[in-house]
């Protein structure tokens, strides 16, 4: 597509459920990442996915993250046994590999622990 | 990567120029300046970036100083639509490519 897609748009959750969080790159952008935005805050970095190499899991705050990316495209955030400090808003984004590095955001994921 | 200051929040009327400061006193030689900005609900957006000359572009020009240690930000003709929180982040290509993202600068365009 011509952006950095993500779905859903909004989640609505109950504490304890599991949550899929979905993220199709810019077609040909071998890099991803994804962040977590808490409400007023900047972005914090999660994990980062470049190509065929291991991901850098460094920025995933609990084994309850996890996070796949298929066939070097669409990536999925999973969260299990949400808690409410799981709230926030999660982006994505994607870079070519080509040095610089710029990213390309989707509009994020929208979620909400009750 | 080297931290970047910002202040937290400026005001703009519509259509002077906005200047954006960012301080980076200990960016070192190999690390450029990166700007996004992110519009209310919606994700980033990259603006501009840098490495020792001023740079421009359709969105915006970056005056990076001398020394380095900082740089400004200039939208030369600010639009309602301008208002957003503006992150200066200094990055090093070379480095495990992930961003540092501050807090930004909230800027407000007023009419």
């Known amino acids: 597509g011509a952006g950095v897609s993500q779905s859903p748009s909004n989640k609505v959750t109950e504490k304890g459920k599991d949550v899929e969080l979905r993220c199709d790159p810019i077609s040909g952008h071998t890099a991803l990442y994804w962040y977590r935005q808490s409400l007023g805050q900047g972005l914090e970095f999660l994990i980062y996915f470049q190509g065929n190499s291991a991901p850098d899991k460094s920025g995933l705050p609990s084994d309850r993250f996890s996070a796949e990316r298929t066939g070097g495209s669409v990536s999925t955030l999973t969260i299990q046994r949400t808690q409410q400090e799981d709230s926030a808003v999660y982006l994505c984004a994607s870079s070519s590999d080509r040095g610089l590095n710029i990213q390309y955001f989707g509009a994020g994921t929208r979620l909400s622990v009750l | 990567d080297a931290k970047t200051t910002q202040p937290t929040s400026m005001d703009c009327a519509e259509g002077r120029a906005a200047n954006l400061p960012c301080n980076h006193s200990?960016?070192?030689?190999?690390?450029?300046v990166y700007w996004y900005r992110q519009i209310h609900s919606q994700g980033p957006q990259y603006i501009i970036h840098?490495?020792?000359?001023?740079e421009t572009n359709e969105m915006a020009s970056l005056i990076i100083t001398e020394d380095r240690k900082s740089s400004t930000l200039i939208l030369p003709h600010a639009t309602l639509r301008d208002t957003a929180v503006y992150y200066c982040?200094?990055?090093?290509?070379?480095?495990?490519?992930?961003?540092?993202w501050g807090l930004g600068t909230s800027l407000a365009v007023n009419p």
């Open positions: 200990t960016i070192s030689g190999n690390e450029y």
């Open positions: 840098g490495l020792k000359n001023n």
């Open positions: 982040i200094a990055y090093n290509a070379g480095n495990n490519r992930k961003l540092i």
